[in-house]
């Protein structure tokens, strides 16, 4: 599908990936690129206007995804703005650390709504418009630690591995309507996701962990969704982005 003239909403865009994602699409020539956020206003709004250098008209969109109203309010809004939608890139995403003996049932909770429930919950409102005009992209975000595990984070690679489970048996359900499903699961990117990196802690990380010796960027993960957008023959697969840390992680 082409991504010129395209009209694409991204969750989580106000920072790190989302952002890199929402200005790949604008600079390859969406029409419109809907800028999803909950914090850091200051930031979303300055990506609008980046957005809008490259030729694409940004529509900021501001909500709470681990509230369903507000998760499929924003959707709705954009579909109101932008008079339809034809790829949703589902972003949003938070840290839910915690070994099983500590986490809360209020932060689990938590984390599966923002996780599970919002992908579901904005997906649900995107797909119909997407089978009756019979063309669409939904892009979900997992993680490589969904696959492997990894200590004091059971919240968050349960809630990632749910992911995996549901964009393919969503690819099932709309390949009849030409709407194609991946997932890209990022491994160590350099954003601010996890907070300061300790560089002892990264140079190990380089040289132990990565195969590739480094940390990926936010530009790549955004060239992997440009990747998904564009090709017409891969639904309900999960693209690994992690420079081969996934073959290394313990």
Request: aromatic share 6%; net charge neutral.
């Amino acid at each position: 599908m082409e991504v010129k003239a395209s009209r694409a909403l991204v969750t989580g865009a106000s920072r790190g990936m989302g952002r890199a994602i929402a200005l790949a699409l604008a600079r390859e020539g969406a029409a419109c690129v809907g800028i999803g956020y909950r914090m850091h206003a200051g930031d979303a709004k300055a990506l609008a206007i980046e957005v809008q250098s490259l030729g694409a008209r940004p529509i900021l969109l501001a909500g709470d995804l681990t509230l369903q109203a507000e998760a499929e309010g924003l959707v709705r809004r954009f579909l109101q703005e932008a008079g339809g939608i034809d790829v949703l890139v589902n972003n949003a995403g938070a840290p839910a650390p915690g070994r099983i003996d500590q986490i809360s049932p209020e932060d689990w909770d938590r984390g599966m709504r923002l996780l599970v429930y919002a992908p579901f919950w904005c997906t649900r409102i995107a797909a119909p418009v997407m089978m009756a005009q019979r063309k669409g992209r939904i892009i979900n975000f997992s993680s490589i630690v969904a696959r492997r595990g990894i200590a004091n984070n059971v919240c968050y690679v349960t809630g990632k591995a749910a992911v995996i489970g549901f964009t393919m048996a969503l690819a099932r359900e709309l390949a009849d309507h030409n709407v194609l499903v991946a997932e890209v699961a990022p491994g160590l990117i350099e954003t601010e996701f996890n907070g300061p990196i300790d560089p002892e802690v990264q140079r190990k990380n380089n040289e132990t962990r990565i195969p590739l010796h480094r940390y990926g960027t936010p530009e790549e993960i955004a060239e992997s969704v440009l990747f998904l957008v564009r090709q017409e023959y891969m639904t309900g697969e999960v693209l690994a982005m992690d420079g081969g840390f996934g073959m290394r992680l313990a």
